[in-house]
């Protein structure tokens, strides 16, 4: 018997909308990070912001110090329980603070200049700086640094571990996307396996969480293609041309979708459906930023996709389908309505 398909509702207006005053308009930063606790992170100039999308409650955890010391990067890491937030400075430091008692773990050096894309695998953060080399801290050990990764020559402001852990893509400004395989016997110095030159900087960087070794990234205003990867062979599966520069992908956690986020020329967000080999079709343009759409971050439960502009606003997209609605779901849907709006690749 034909399975039939249910078509969802997807809505074209934001669930919610938020001030982001001194939202810093550089294409290159990675300014909004979403943890699995449900708070967001959103870097202002020279503070962080945690935004608690279960109850609304926001407040400042940190400021940096010393005058155009600005945040340049933002990820929520596992360790210890989540409540570890990595944060990148103009001044070529990444400090770990705990979220929950609103203190600084360490504050790790090494880079000559500005961090401005970082990536967590288990105990491993690694930081990508416009120095142009990356480095991997071990948070757990006293000398932190334990490679340093050598393969851009100008800003990596780009960069994603694999779900598995088994691969790091890295984009920069030198429109190269490189992307790093760990060895058996050297899981903290990952080898370079091969890299793809493009037409423009490369910031987008997305892993398919349905099929290992898909990768999506996005170039800038000189190339404003979606390039699907199969990273285990180096083919690029499809090119997309999506009339505006890509600043975002994200993949749907619970559906065969991905979502990117554009600026000029219509700063734009576009919702794909992944038909299989690297084909995708647009399901639909979710307007409404006055300005390009620099940052996106989804959701713990899958369901919704917030974007962050250079209009200085956060907008929230329910627009993420779910298989299931768990009691988890359907507690954090209660608590934050009227908040939040395989190996072979085929």
Not at 17 to 33: G, S
Not at 59 to 87: C, F, Q, Y
Not at 102 to 113: A, E, N
Request: contains cysteine.
């Amino acid at each position: 018997m034909k399975r039939r398909r249910t078509t969802r509702f997807i809505p074209k207006s934001p669930d919610k909308i938020l001030d982001a005053p001194d939202l810093v308009d550089d294409y290159y930063l990675n300014l909004l990070d979403w943890s699995k606790s449900n708070i967001l992170a959103v870097a202002l100039r020279q503070s962080v912001f945690l935004w608690n999308a279960s109850n609304g409650a926001a407040h400042k955890l940190m400021e940096t110090s010393g005058r155009g010391n600005i945040v340049t990067s933002l990820a929520w890491g596992d360790v210890p329980s989540g409540n570890t937030l990595a944060v990148g400075t103009h001044f070529s430091e990444v400090q770990l603070w705990d979220v929950t008692t609103g203190t600084v773990i360490r504050q790790m050096g090494g880079h000559r200049s500005r961090v401005s894309s970082m990536s967590w695998n288990g105990q491993i953060v690694s930081s990508g700086s416009r120095d142009s080399t990356i480095h991997n801290h071990d948070v757990r050990a006293r000398d932190h640094q334990v490679a340093e990764l050598i393969g851009h020559t100008q800003e990596v402001c780009g960069l994603k571990w694999s779900p598995q852990g088994t691969q790091l893509a890295s984009g920069g400004n030198d429109n190269i996307l490189n992307i790093w395989e760990v060895g058996l016997l050297s899981a903290l110095l990952p080898r370079l396996m091969r890299f793809y030159p493009l037409q423009a900087a490369v910031k987008a960087l997305a892993w398919c969480p349905f099929h290992s070794n898909l990768l999506a990234s996005g170039g800038g205003t000189a190339d404003r293609k979606i390039c699907l990867w199969n990273t285990s062979n180096g083919q690029c599966m499809n090119e997309v041309d999506t009339k505006s520069q890509v600043c975002a992908v994200q993949w749907s956690t619970h559906d065969r979708e991905l979502v990117s986020s554009h600026g000029f020329t219509h700063n734009q967000l576009i919702l794909w459906r992944y038909a299989g080999r690297g084909r995708v079709h647009k399901v639909v343009e979710l307007t409404g930023h006055q300005a390009r759409v620099l940052h996106m971050a989804q959701s713990p439960d899958g369901t919704t996709i917030v974007s962050a502009a250079a209009d200085e606003t956060l907008r929230f997209w329910r627009i993420l389908g779910s298989p299931t609605r768990s009691a988890a779901k359907l507690k954090m849907e209660h608590s934050s309505r009227g908040l939040l709006g395989a190996n072979c690749i085929r």
